[in-house]
């Protein structure tokens, strides 16, 4: 909301804390206040943390006070777990304390038709100097500091992904999800009401924060006369950080149902496309699609993309027919394979195999057939980016084959070229999968998802002037 230096350091102090109080820790652990606290202490925050409850000494090992001004320790951030009426007076107090930022959880707000009392908590807040997340919000997770105040998966993938996300609801799924998934994440941050912090400010924090590589956004709206300010703060930031959205409220219901879930004006969805084409802001269709293409970037050295087009090598004739497809559909470049090339290729398949692109090493290819075919399109500078497909079949081990990729490309990726694999089969090719990613490659389970994958990462290069391609 605000843009001054000294409001960029207090909304640090919502993902860097010294210190976080949990307001309405309660000593049922399986109510929303004693969850948070549960997830603190399990994930073992990297800050001090105290608990404020009228009724207890000490929950989970946690010293517990009866209010934030018995607390005889600085407190930067509380987590305000008590509800929406008793809200105002925390608020206060935390005022008093010196505290820097509220995470206020409760519902019961704007959302249900009392904007008063959240102009009432805000007022306070500003009188104090305190910014406020929410309210109706799940809470908040910094992976690098090992930070998850919120109510909802209690293990998270730590990694480059920042998520921020105006539904709750989507957002405690996509936690567990995530997690399931072995999605990497560097936080994720509920913006519930965004009575005072809000997209344009989060981002801000994450285009200097190093522990987050790439931004996704699940948007209902930006609040009234924001979009000047969101496309010239996204124009800045999608210049150094791709920015993935999910703009909610396509359809002329969805809009109406915005309106009734976070209490925000939706607006013509061809407006929110255009700000988001302006700002660089790549526009994703599902939630899946945004993490696919988050990968993507998360994983990937660097946007600068050269030489002629892309490449697929395959060991399924079918598979390198849908990845084709893909590629056409989504505007990537696949390279025409001059002779010259084509002969190297060659010499990396059985006879019957196709050094056209798809570059097709057949169903009777061995890892060394991949390993050559793999060291070929790294080394020819024509080749600008490469999707590496291999369909299950019983003589290739997808675990051999994916050590055997991995370190190929630590090996030979000196021009750090865009890699993707696509691992389609059985449980063997999850391990396969796991294995590729712990070393940095990102995977797919089908050619569609890693083309269009790739072909984020080549629209993003293109938004910053980075892709060089000779077509
Ligand atoms: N200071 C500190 N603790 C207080 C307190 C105060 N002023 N007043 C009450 N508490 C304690 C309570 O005693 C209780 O602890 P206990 O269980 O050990 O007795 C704890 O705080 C919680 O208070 P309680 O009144 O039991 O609230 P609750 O847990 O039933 O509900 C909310 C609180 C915030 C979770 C609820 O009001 C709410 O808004 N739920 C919706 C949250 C939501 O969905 N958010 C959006 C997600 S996207």
Known sequence: MSNNNNDNLIIEKLFKPKSIAVVGASRNLEKIGGVILSNLVKNKFNGKIYAVNPSAKEILGVPSYPSLLDIPDEVEHIVVAIPAEKVPEIIEEAGKKGVKVATIIASGFKEVGRADLEEKVVNIAKKYGIRILGPNVF??????????????????????????????????????????????????????????????????????????????????????????????????????KPVIALKAGRSERGTRAVASHTGSLAGSDAVYDSALKQAGVLRASDVEQLFNWAKMMAFSESFEINGKGFVIITNGGGMGVMATDASEFNGLPLLEVPEELKKEFRKTMPWFGSPNNPIDLTGQSNVQNYIEAIKVALESELVSGITVMYGEVAFLDPVELANGIAKTLKEYNKSRKPVNVVMLGGEKTKMGTEILEENGVPVYPIPEKAISSMAALYKYSKIIGKANLKI
């Open 139 to 240: 809470g908040v997770v910094y992976t690098p500091m090992n930070l998850n105040a919120t109510f909802g998966a209690e293990h998270i993938h730590k990694g480059k992904i920042a998520f921020l996300t105006q539904s709750g609801a989507l957002g405690i799924a996509l936690m567990h999800w995530t997690s399931m998934e072995k999605i990497g994440l560097s936080s994720i941050v509920s913006m519930g009401n965004m009575a005072d912090i809000d997209a344009i400010d989060l981002a801000k924090f994450f285009e200097k924060d190093e522990n987050t590589k790439v931004i996704g956004l699940y948007l209902e709206g930006l609040g009234t006369g924001k979009g000047h300010e969101f496309i010239e703060v996204f124009s800045e930031i999608t210049k150094k």
